[in-house]
């Protein structure tokens, strides 16, 4: 089954173009990509959005369930993450438009961004395993669909 998203900036609410990508499933394998798509697992996809914010276009397994998880990337490298932002209520609550400040290894390495409607940040690479820090200022929210 052939799947493409649209890749949305959180700080404005518009495509994001020529930027690049993590694209996860949940229970749906990808079985073949393009070229220039960086396939890490057969779950996991890496490459950069075309003008209109589009991924590329995959082939999985089966009909796509909404199981996926989309991300802008930062940094390359086998090493990453990315952080989910809840509220502590219950039951707990993305917290969306939240600003942060991602800190990586090395000195001067920073990358500062806005959680996306689910709560997540970018997701953060690099080419080597170290602890990466998340910093937020809960006065700085902004509205986001």
Not at 16 to 44: K, Q, W
Not at 77 to 97: H, K, Q, V, W, Y
Request: proline share 8%; hydrophobic share 30%.
């Amino acid at each position: 089954m052939p799947v493409s998203f649209v890749l949305i900036q959180p700080e404005t609410g518009k495509p994001a173009a020529r930027t690049p990508y993590r694209l996860t499933f949940g229970e749906r394998h990808i079985l073949s990509a393009p070229p220039g798509v960086n396939l890490i697992t057969d779950s996991v996809a890496e490459g950069t959005t075309d003008a209109l914010g589009r991924t590329d276009t995959l082939q999985l397994d089966a009909p796509d369930n909404g199981d996926h998880v989309l991300l802008l990337r930062h940094g390359v490298g086998n090493f990453g993450t990315f952080f989910e932002l809840s509220d502590s209520g219950r039951p707990s609550r993305p917290i969306a438009g939240q600003r942060y400040l991602i800190t990586g290894c090395k000195p001067g390495e920073q990358y500062e961004g806005v959680t996306d409607p689910a709560g997540r940040t970018v997701y953060y690479s690099g080419d080597e395993q170290c602890d990466i820090s998340l910093s937020v200022a809960p006065q700085e929210r902004i509205a986001i669909d």
